[in-house]
Nanobody, 116 residues
Framework: QVQLVESGGGLVQPGGSLRLSCAAS????????MGWFRQAPGRERDWVGR????????DYADSVKGRFTISRDNSKTTVYLQMNSLKPEDTAVYYC?????????WGQGTQVTVSS
């Protein structure tokens, strides 16, 4: 099993930046990839992006490409989501996700609000 804990959410003005963190614990050596999803009120959970454990390659949704960056630290147990040029439509609860042996694990979510 893998446990995920997100942090770093909050209120930011349009055009601002925010960095989310996701700390993984447990069987982290079995992780295939980690990623981020988000869910706005009244909407489905949408994929934001991911990072592959094997080579650190990343992929992003078109809506965040060029503005958001996913990375991980040298210990390879914490993943970050750097969000720049934030827009009001980025407001959502952001969830960390890990894929381990074809199973999905989720964090508890952290609220990001972009508003003036």
């Amino acid at each position: 099993q893998v446990q995920l804990v997100e942090s770093g959410g909050g209120l930011v003005q349009p055009g601002g930046s925010l960095r989310l963190s996701c700390a993984a614990s447990g069987r982290t050596f079995s992780i295939y990839e980690m990623g981020w999803f988000r869910q706005a009120p009244g909407r489905e959970r949408d994929w934001v992006g991911r990072i592959l454990w094997s080579d650190d390659s990343t992929d992003y949704a078109d809506s965040v490409k060029g503005r958001f960056t996913i990375s991980r630290d040298n210990s390879k147990t914490t993943v970050y989501l750097q969000m720049n040029s934030l827009k009001p439509e980025d407001t959502a609860v952001y969830y960390c996700n890990a894929v381990v042996r074809a199973r999905n694990y989720w964090g508890q979510g952290t609220q990001v609000t972009v508003s003036s």
